[in-house]
């Protein structure tokens, strides 16, 4: 696609119910990164794939998070049990991924606002 | 220790003015920086990267490197009410996709 996509744009939950967010790259792109960014914060690093693999699964914050991606393309993020502390921004982003730490450019969307109530 | 740290200001600053953004990390095999500028409500967008020691200029933005006090900083000069934005500096991890970011600093530029 022409830019990356994420979806819903705005989700709110119940406390304790699951989540999905997901992901749809700019076409092409082998690298995809989810973050997180609480209200008037940075960017907290959640997961990254390169292809369908995730070499770096550091930033998940617990075990009630998970990440998939299948078809190098569009990617999940799943949130199970969610609790009120899961409420932010998750933003998603998408890299050519072949020319590592030279002219890497991270495209973002336009992110999924979450609220656990 | 923060992996990267950023004052996070705000910084203000007159109109034409110079704005000066600094960010320091924490690991010494980085090997690439970046400043992505972020408008409230909105996705980070790439402004600037730098990957060599000094001085990088790119209209009325220059990236300064410094790998051996681990310091990289955006200078905007000219400052416009449309630079007013949050400045985040992001590091990428050695041998690794994984970009990790400041926590950004807030940029008011005065009219």
């Known amino acids: 696609g022409a830019g990356v996509s994420q979806s819903p744009s705005n989700k709110v939950t119940e406390k304790g119910k699951d989540v999905e967010l997901r992901c749809d790259p700019i076409?092409?792109?082998?690298?995809l990164y989810w973050y997180r960014q609480s209200l008037g914060q940075g960017l907290e690093f959640l997961i990254y794939?390169?292809?369908?693999?995730?070499?770096?699964k550091s930033g998940l914050p617990s075990d009630r998070f998970s990440a998939e991606r299948t078809g190098g393309s569009v990617s999940t993020l799943t949130i199970q049990r969610t609790q009120q502390e899961d409420s932010a921004v998750y933003l998603c982003?998408?890299?050519?991924?072949?020319?590592?730490?030279?002219?890497?450019?991270?495209?973002f969307g336009s992110g999924t606002q979450l609220s656990v109530l | 220790q923060k992996e990267v740290e950023q004052n996070s200001g705000p910084l203000s600053v007159p109109e034409g003015a110079i704005a000066s953004l600094n960010c320091t990390y924490s690991?010494?095999?980085?090997?690439?920086f970046f400043w992505y500028r972020q408008y409230s409500g909105k996705s980070p967008e790439l402004i600037m990267s730098?990957?060599?020691?000094g001085d990088k200029e790119d209209g009325r933005f220059t990236a300064q490197l410094n790998k051996a006090s681990q310091y990289v900083s955006l200078l905007i000069r000219d400052s416009q009410p449309s630079d007013s934005a949050t400045y985040l500096c992001?590091?990428?991890?050695?041998?690794?996709?994984?970009?990790?970011f400041g926590t950004g600093t807030r940029l008011k530029v005065l009219a």
């Open positions: 982003a998408s890299s050519e991924g072949w020319r590592l730490g030279a002219n890497e450019k991270l495209f």
């Open positions: 076409s092409g792109h082998t690298a």
């Open positions: 794939f390169q292809g369908n693999s995730a070499p770096d």
């Open positions: 690991d010494r095999g980085s090997q690439s």
């Open positions: 730098i990957y060599s020691n």
């Open positions: 992001a590091v990428n991890a050695r041998g690794t996709y994984k970009y990790i």
